[in-house]
């Protein structure tokens, strides 16, 4: 089984999401459910046929998230150091092209979200700076065309 690399901070936000889907969304849909059977024959009731999809929904979505749990190798980035990229690092890059700044964290697969600047470590911009430090240049190839960067600073 392959060990994913993740963040203490996505670790526990995939925790409570299981949380939440165990003790909130599973009791409400087996209410749901109960509901839904007292309106009389299941082969034609909507509602229940809507509330067994949401449980399987649910209950798919919670077996993912363990699954991915029990892959993750969490690292704890607080005690990473260095001028090089890796996992964890905060990345301030200029698009050498348009002159626009960015700011990314490197961050395990599951937890990354690039609207809030978590970058995931399989990207093919994270995988192209991997190992540069200040003022270096990158070439990214991305699905809309090349992308060059240059690295403006590194920290942890």
Do not use: C, W
């Not at 009791?27 to 309106?39: F, S, T, V």
């Not at 990354?112 to 190992?131: E, F, H, Q, T, Y």
């Amino acid at each position: 089984m392959e060990k994913v690399p993740m963040t203490i901070v996505g670790y526990e936000d995939l925790q409570q999401e299981i949380k939440k889907l165990k003790t909130i969304e599973r009791p409400l849909i087996i209410e749901a459910i109960a509901e839904a059977r007292k309106h009389g024959d299941l082969s034609e009731n909507a509602e229940y046929h809507a509330a067994k999809e949401q449980q399987s929904l649910n209950e798919g979505r919670i077996s993912d998230l363990e699954d991915k749990l029990s892959r993750a190798a969490v690292i704890d980035i607080s005690k990473l150091s260095g001028d090089t990229i890796k996992f964890g690092a905060k990345i301030r890059l200029i698009d050498e092209d348009t002159e626009e700044e960015s700011i990314y964290q490197i961050v395990g697969e599951f937890e990354s979200d690039v609207s809030k600047g978590m970058l995931s470590i399989a990207s093919p911009i994270a995988r192209a700076l991997m190992g540069k430090t200040a003022g270096d240049s990158v070439e990214v190839a991305t699905p809309g065309g090349g992308k060059s960067y240059e690295v403006l600073a590194v920290d942890y």
